[in-house]
């Protein structure tokens, strides 16, 4: 089994006992370049999602990454937020009686949200959602636009330096 293997590993990369960063055709070195690889792991892709090497699937999944990782990075200040500065003031639904105030922080909170405020939370994700489709993100303006790029620049993305972009982008990635 080990002699197969170096005949192998002397059939890619040139050598039994070859450095297999010569080995630059495999699939698995096809998005090493892109956004977000940084040392120490390089290209982290433990479930295999892009050993196809499709670049069109590949960029997708970086767009999809991006916007709910800025979604959930939100989702945290939502729970952190009401902790360190308080609520609002008056009603949350004057309807059925229930204010600001009345509703717990943290996961308590679902329990409390109106079926109409279930609706609009539902009714915006799919605005959010139909948003992008509208924007290009799957036809073919597709490949005119930088992952992550809404239209609108974030705080922490607002600089026309692309080195600090870049490294901005990296580590939202990270």
Known sequence: VAIIGMFFQDGLTGSAWGDWSLYTDSPLRAFEGELGVQAPVGFWDPLGLSADGDSVAFKRRRVTEIKHGRISMLACMGYITPELVGKFPGSLSPSQGI?????????????????????????????CEASALNFGYFNEAFD???????????????????????????????
């Open 99 to 127: 204010e600001f105030a009345d509703v717990p922080n943290g996961l308590a909170a679902i329990s409390k949200i109106p079926s109409y405020g279930w609706f609009q939370i539902i009714a915006y994700c799919l605005y």
């Open 144 to 174: 005119q636009k930088a992952p992550g790029d809404y239209g609108w620049r974030p705080p922490l993305l607002a600089t026309d330096d692309a080195a600090l972009k870049t490294k901005r982008l990296n580590a939202e990635l990270a």
